[in-house]
């Protein structure tokens, strides 16, 4: 059964999601707007069962005896354990419906789109960090770690969110979204790396250095803004990028405020450089 959602809003839009008998949405905490009184709401620290499988609801009676109850207390510790080391909200909130259609309306926490993805099973998405809003229970929400000097180098690529299963699932980002796909323009992109909301599985992600230990290098490096690194992506599959990355928008706010610590060149000699 297909999620009923629709997207809402301008500058700050949210999603009203309409759910049927039967069906469960969850999302991360902090990201619930409203719900009608129909639908009842329920925290737990467990997430979905790997592999996009229906969520045992919070507060439910376990199987397989003391053994299952062992295994799925060990899981759901490891869940919060990977969400608390990737900075990420340690609790679900979930939402069912009782005696008929009920709604419940989410939304992202900075200024923005939302973007409703489909899955059907054979492609996983990977979403920046703290892109994810809300997904039906057959949507499985995990951490995937981007290793080594990617993720030192990546800022925003260290710690991807990856969705699996079949179902819907709601994602945010900053400013508003473009759409493209790396094989129609020779194969191969380079962004910002906080420009990254999301894309499918078999897009390959990296980070390259800006240039070059030459002249030129060092001047991209320290007077262009961007640091030493962009994020690359290669393959075949949807990208989604956004027009706002929080750091620009964090650097707007402290100058308004008189507190504009980038300096007149921006790049290295940002105190926020990460």
Do not use: H
């Amino acid at each position: 059964m297909t999620l009923q959602q629709e997207i809402v809003g301008n500058a700050m839009q949210m999603a009203v999601v309409s759910l049927q008998p039967g069906q469960t949405v969850y999302c991360e905490a902090g990201k619930f707007l409203f719900k009608t009184t129909n639908v009842t709401m329920e925290t737990s620290l467990g997430g979905p069962s790997s592999g996009g499988g229906q969520q045992s609801q919070p507060g439910g009676s376990g199987s397989g005896g003391m053994g299952g109850l062992l295994r799925q207390a060990m899981g759901t510790a490891m869940q919060a354990g990977q969400r608390a080391l990737a900075g990420e909200s340690l609790a679900f909130q979930y939402f069912t419906t009782q005696g008929g259609e009920g709604t419940v309306g989410f939304a992202g926490v900075l200024p923005g789109e939302m973007r409703a993805l489909e899955l059907d099973g054979t492609r996983a998405w990977f979403a920046e960090k703290d892109a994810f809003v809300a997904a039906e229970s057959t949507v499985d929400f995990g951490i995937a770690f981007q290793g080594g000097r990617t993720g030192r180098s990546g800022g925003e690529g260290f710690v991807l969110e990856k969705f699996t299963g079949r179902g819907t699932v709601i994602i945010a980002g900053a400013g508003n979204f473009i759409d493209l796909n790396p094989a129609d323009f020779g194969g191969r992109v380079e962004v910002d790396t906080g420009c990254v909301v999301a894309f499918e599985e078999g897009i390959r992600y990296g980070v390259q250095r800006v240039g070059g230990l030459n002249r030129q290098g060092v001047m991209n490096a320290v007077f262009g803004g961007e640091g030493l690194s962009l994020a690359t992506l290669e393959g075949d599959g949807r990208v989604i990028l956004q027009s706002l990355t929080i750091e620009s928008l964090a650097n707007a706010l402290r100058k308004a405020q008189g507190g504009d610590k980038q300096g007149p060149t921006g790049g290295l000699f940002s105190t926020n450089a990460q």
